[in-house]
Structures are given as structure tokens and as C-alpha cells.
């Protein structure tokens, strides 16, 4: 693990730093950071220094450094880190994870038996050391320009396959499964966000994965540690808070657009998920932060 914080701490600063390499960052914090609300997609966090929490609804992690967060689903967190300094700052590497490239390994995958606590889409465990070790060769590969357009993708397609044969990859081989709850979910997931301003129905959820009202339910709460309508409230939210950054609409248009009825009722459960009203947010009296950074 030191190998790999030592190359991301070479010359970066606090923020996001591109790689160059696909869509992977590290990302560099001095000092702990208040509660945010954020959309994590499915990606690895591999924490190299210091610490974070993440929660989504009744799934809660806590992730010193040494540690990799997996996340399989798209997912509205609650994050903070935790440790940091100048001396000793946050730093992790995070790469979205190619769900095409893990089917792509299906075949070679060998049958693991994975139990039902498997299910939760936002997983913490020490990060195993092959993994640690093609992280660091991945940094590294990325300063070197020449190189990089050759391996990068070989790179990437072990991190992949190292993350599959983990122990905590279980959930993402139970996502190679057609048939899989988890998969299920996940089409649930993808029609709710394309949908965030229609009424919420569970029924018509469950019928379109095949699964009965109960059963859907319970999987869904399983995965994201959110139920369908706390899912969509948060999905409402977050968009609700992107809209207000671009700042060409209205505070009532952007309610509207997210599906409330009420502005009001838009303004209390804003101020709720966020700890500031709408308004404060487009006045400047907060910072508003990326939306789909770790």
C-alpha cells in the first residue's frame, strides 16, 4: 500500500487528480470534511491514508486506510472523511467499475458461494495485496505516456478480475447473474432514475423484475439499505441540487421538475437531506460540491 500512496501523493495537491487512464482519479483532502450527500456509481474507493465513513440508508461503513469501498449499484450516500491533515492528508484512488468488462469474465469466474449478507450494494474489507499491488502499477503506469495507451486497458481489466476473485467481491459475481435479485434491483434502480418525476409505484416495480410486491421490497432495502420511496426522494434531492447549481431555473420550476407538487414540501426535505434551504444554496451561502466524486 505504501507504493501506491506514495505515487498519488507525488506532486498532487488538494482535489481531484485525472489519471489519464479511463475515467480513474485520486483524490487528495487536508482536512476532514463535513457530511455530504453525493451519488456514488459502482466503483472501487481504495483508501491509501487517512479515513471515511459512508452510509446509505441502513448500510453504514467506516474505511481506514488499507481498505476498499465497493460499490455495485448506483447508490445517494451520506460520506464525511474522517482523518486528514496537512501532514498526513485523505487520499484514495477511485475507479468506476466497468460492469461490460465483469460480464465479459463470466465464464471464467469459478462458483463461489456467496450467503444473503452479500446483497448490500456498499461494501468496506481490507483491500487484498494483489489488489494493492496492480493499483500501484496502475499509478505508476499512468506518468508514463508511452506506456500507457499499451497496458492501461490490461491494468484495468486486472483490477477488474482481481476485484471479481476478492472476498468481497461477492456482490459483483452475484451481479454476473441474470437471474440474481441483484441484477433485479439494479433494473428497478435504472427505471426509477429515468423516472424521478413521475409517482412512485412498487407494484409496477416489482412486476417488471418479476418479483412480488413483498419480495421486491425486501431485496431492494437489502441492496441499497433504502426502501423504493426513500431511494426516489434521495435521487429527487441530489438532482434537485444539481439543477439548483446550473442556476437557469427557478426554485419552484426545479421542484416541479424533480416531481414535487409542493415547493414548500420540496424546501423542508431539502433543507432536511442537506442541512440548508434551497435558497441558501443559490445565494452562495454554501459551496456546492461535484456531484459524482467520492
Known amino acids: ?12 495537491s488538494d482535489g481531484v487528480t485525472r489519471l489519464g487512464l479511463g475515467e480513474a482519479v485520486v483524490l487528495r483532502q487536508s482536512h476532514p470534511t463535513d457530511i455530504e450527500g453525493t451519488l456514488y456509481r459502482p466503483l472501487l474507493c481504495l483508501i491509501l491514508q487517512g479515513a471515511k465513513d459512508v452510509s446509505a440508508g441502513a448500510i453504514s461503513v467506516r474505511c481506514p486506510a488499507g481498505h476498499a469501498i465497493i460499490v455495485s449499484h448506483d447508490l445517494p450516500v451520506s460520506s464525511r472523511i474522517t482523518h486528514a491533515s496537512e501532514d498526513a492528508p485523505y487520499v484514495a484512488f477511485v475507479l468506476p467499475i466497468d460492469l461490460g468488462l465483469l460480464r465479459g469474465f463470466f465464464d471464467l469466474v469459478p462458483d463461489v458461494p456467496d450467503g444473503a449478507e452479500d446483497e448490500r450494494a456498499l ?51 452475484r451481479f454476473l447473474h441474470r437471474e440474481d435479485p441483484s441484477r433485479q434491483v439494479a433494473q428497478a434502480i435504472a427505471s426509477i432514475r429515468a423516472s424521478i418525476d413521475e409517482p412512485l409505484s412498487v407494484s409496477a416495480l416489482a412486476e417488471r423484475t418479476g418479483m412480488s410486491r413483498s419480495s421486491f421490497h425486501a431485496h431492494f432495502k437489502a441492496v441499497t439499505g433504502l426502501t423504493p420511496g426513500q431511494y426516489q426522494k434521495d435521487i429527487r434531492l441530489l438532482e434537485a441540487r444539481r439543477l439548483i447549481a446550473e442556476g437557469k431555473a427557478s426554485i419552484s420550476a426545479v421542484a416541479f421538475d424533480v416531481g414535487y407538487e409542493s415547493p414548500a414540501h420540496f424546501s423542508r426535505d431539502y433543507s432536511r437531506k442537506f442541512g440548508y434551504s434551497p435558497r441558501e444554496e443559490r445565494t452562495g451561502r454554501r459551496n456546492v460540491l461535484e456531484d459524482e466524486v467520492t
Open 1 to 12: 500500500m505504501e507504493a501506491a500512496r506514495d505515487l498519488a501523493l507525488s506532486g498532487a
Open 123 to 173: 461494501t468496506c474489507h481490507p483491500a487484498e495485496p494483489g489488489l494493492l499491488d496492480a493499483v500501484a502499477r496502475f499509478i505508476a503506469l499512468s506518468r508514463d505516456p508511452a506506456a500507457a495507451p499499451l497496458l492501461g486497458p490490461i491494468l484495468l481489466q486486472e483490477i477488474h478480475a482481481r476485484l471479481l476473485l476478492s472476498a468481497q467481491g461477492a456482490i459483483l459475481r
